[in-house]
């Protein structure tokens, strides 16, 4: 909803747009620690990390409109502060080290037999796929977002190498859970 709701607002007033996806990662909605607030009613509940997207998208729209090189301060601006969220997400979301994401709304609904935010009982984990493929698409709108500003700093080469090699263990992990070769991955061959 989110990211519809801003492709939208960039259409028709693209500084509107950006103000928006800037306000979420001011000091009273971005956690120190780099959460982004979830929902009115459970700011620390998770939702999808789309917001690279959202800003990718409305750069993109915006910098068409223009019809110059886009708005390379607020690309620069939002990705410094994307860099936070994304930390966060691998420290927080992937506790095993193992490029496999859990907890939170991550899924195609949001309703479930258990709270997916809260720890599960005797030290179990819930290993999503749909949070696992989230992350992976951040990596790759991260790395999209690096690459365009490494276009007019050279700075920035090196995050847009970081964040391919972040989707490439990602994608590792997504095929083969177990790490020896001979692990299994997050989709079953036999149910689909």
């Not at 939170?104 to 290993?127: E, K, Q, T």
């Not at 749909?130 to 007019?152: F, K, P, R, V």
């Not at 070769?181 to 079953?188: A, K, N, Q, S, T």
Request: proline share 4%.
């Amino acid at each position: 909803c989110k990211m519809v709701r801003e492709q939208i607002l960039a259409s028709v007033d693209a500084e509107f747009a950006k103000d928006q996806l800037l306000l979420l990662t001011k000091i009273w909605y971005l956690h120190p620690n780099g959460q982004l607030p979830a929902y009115e009613w459970a700011l620390g509940d998770v939702n999808p990390p789309v917001h690279a997207w959202a800003a990718w998208r409305v750069f993109q729209i915006d910098r068409k409109q223009r019809g110059d090189q886009g708005d390379l301060a607020f690309l620069e601006r939002i990705f410094h502060k994307l860099l936070l969220n994304f930390t966060w997400w691998v420290n927080r979301k992937d506790p095993q080290g193992r490029n496999i994401f859990q907890g939170g709304f991550l899924g195609l609904d949001n309703i479930g037999v258990f709270d997916r935010n809260a720890p599960l009982p005797n030290g179990v984990w819930l290993s999503q796929a749909d949070g696992t493929s989230w992350m992976a698409m951040y990596c790759l709108n991260m790395m999209q977002i690096a690459l365009e500003l490494a276009c007019h700093n050279r700075v920035y080469e090196d995050m847009a190498t970081k964040f391919f090699e972040h989707f490439l263990s990602i994608a590792q992990a997504m095929t083969n859970i177990g790490g020896d070769g001979h692990g299994v991955g997050l989709c079953d061959e036999g149910d689909k």
